[in-house]
Every structure is written in structure tokens, then in C-alpha cells.
């Protein structure tokens, strides 16, 4: 059997020279890709006690709410502005080009709720660390984050040092 890196495609060069761009829709596109991926992020939070499966916009939906399906968990949509129909609680993030703004719906995580974050890619770090000042703003508790991919060259873990963070895949460069 293969390993889940297996299946990612690695694309030098993109989106700039001295890039290597790791991509994840190789992952899903081959449905035994996919299901390791989904299998190994359930394996790595079987023990883990949590209420919520928290995934930001749009990766972190692909892999969020299979696992929170699995697991018999709610999911939380964290999307970018302008997205949500309802009461929106909002944090500003900086990007490398500007900044963004993520949104989750102001009742979407109660207090005292347990929540683990799952997405595809950590990079920098700094789409998570909004991500998670939105919980913890609504009195949730992150107790664990977990990634598909990391990015190991741009140490986006250091930014999240205080939390319990896993990842199926590591990649020492960027």
C-alpha cells in the first residue's frame, strides 16, 4: 500500500521560482488517497475528548467534515467575509500580500465547548492562529489542530506552540 505522500504531487517552481508546491487535490482526486488522509486524521484524534470539528475555508471543509461525520461530531464552517447568512463574529489576518478576514457564525461555538481544528495545509501559521482567536473568543477550548500537509521551512508550528498540533505529512522546505 502506499503512504499518504504518495499522493501528493509536488510542483517545482509554482506559484514562483525556488517554490515546490505541494498539492492536495492529488490526495483527493484517488479514493484511496483520500481515505488515508480521513482515516489517518480520525486515527490521530481517537483519543482525543472534543465536541467540535472546526475547518476553515475551503480545504479545511474537505477534510473537517469527513472526520467530523466519522467521529459523531458537529462542524463548524469558518469561511472568508461576506459568506455567512447570519451574525458573524470576525478576525483579520495578514497574508503574505495584505491581509484577509475570517468569519464563523457568532453561535456556532458555545462556551466551554471543546474544539479540535482540522485542515489541509499549515504554512506560515497565521490563518490557524485567526481561526483560533475566534474560538477561544466565544470561550471554546482548542484541544488539538491537525493538518494534512506541513511546511516545516516556514514554521508556522512555532506561531502555534501552545496547542497540541499534528500533521500526516511533514515537509522540511517550503
Known sequence: MKALED???TIPDFP???IMFRDVTTILSDKDGFKLAIDGLIEALKDVDF???LGSESRGFIFGAPVAYAMNKGFILVR???KLPR???SEDYELE???ATLEMHADAVKKGQRVVIIDDLVATGGTTQAVIRLVEREGGKVVKIGFVM?????KGREKLKDYDVFSLIK???I
Open 87 to 89: 451574525e458573524v463574529i
Open 97 to 99: 500580500y495584505g491581509s
Open 80 to 82: 472568508k467575509k461576506g
Open 171 to 173: 515537509y522540511p522546505g
Open 7 to 9: 499522493y501528493v504531487t
Open 51 to 53: 465536541d467540535l470539528i
Open 16 to 18: 514562483k521560482k525556488g
Open 150 to 154: 506541513e511546511l516545516e521551512g516556514l
